[in-house]
């Protein structure tokens, strides 16, 4: 299974700047996704980004608030611009690769997770 | 401390019980569907997974059941250890290259020594 890691592990940030999160996988992968657990929910999709093409955001969220790079198989920023309170979460980079059954399975990983605090 | 789960329904078992959680999934499409924990200040991590056209996958010490009927889920945990304390995650998926997994809402597990 992919090994993810994410930078940075934590951060406390004022409002109305911004955040730039790094994720980075130990193996080339197509699809990888960015995630939001906010304060004792469940995880929600933000978008997934594949290398070499714009990213797919989910309803709710818009490229201005939440900017994504893909620049190769490897590694993913997810930038939170203009903070708010309300963008106090754990944000969640995943990966999508080749499970136990071999090439047709589909099972995704995920990174340890960046929690930010919004001040 | 850590936030996940403050808010979740919890399960609270006695070490060494069987655990069991449930989950209630809401695409009768989905064909896949993940089991993850996740313990405090990490991310979910994959434990189990099962087709639609299996109703029982056993790992160790876990099951899966699946009803596709009334579209449920469960996982069931064998001699529960404290280790074994965290949130459990449902997901389900259409089990294709891409498609988005969509997260239950979150059981938290509490075993008491």
């Not at chain 2, 989905?30 to 299996?54: A, L, T, V």
Request: neutral net charge.
């Amino acid at each position: 299974s992919a090994v993810i890691s994410q930078k940075p592990s934590r951060d406390i940030c004022q409002r109305g700047t911004s955040l730039t999160i790094q994720c980075q996988v130990d193996s080339q992968v197509t699809m990888m996704f960015w995630y939001r657990q906010q304060p004792g929910q469940s995880l929600t999709l933000i978008a997934t980004a594949n290398q070499g093409s714009e990213a797919t955001y989910e309803s709710g969220f818009v490229i201005d608030k939440f900017p994504i790079s893909r620049p190769n198989l490897t590694f993913s920023t997810l930038t939170v611009s203009n903070m708010s309170p309300e963008d106090s979460s754990i944000y969640l980079c995943s990966v999508e690769d080749h499970g136990s059954a071999g090439v047709y399975s589909y099972e995704q990983y995920f990174g340890p997770g960046t929690r930010l605090t919004v001040t | 401390g850590e936030s996940v789960g403050l808010h979740l329904p919890t399960l609270s078992v006695q070490e060494g019980d069987n655990s069991i959680i449930n989950c209630a999934y809401s695409n009768s499409a989905s064909d896949y569907f993940i089991w993850y924990k996740q313990e405090s200040g990490k991310g979910p991590q994959f434990i189990i997974d099962i087709r639609s056209n299996m109703d029982k996958r056993q790992g160790q010490r876990v099951t899966v059941l699946l009803n596709k009927t009334v579209k449920h889920l469960s996982l069931q945990i064998a001699a529960t250890q404290p280790g074994d304390s965290a949130v459990y995650f449902c997901a389900e998926k259409l089990n294709n290259a891409g498609n988005m997994l969509t997260f239950g809402g979150g059981t938290r597990l509490m075993v008491k020594p």
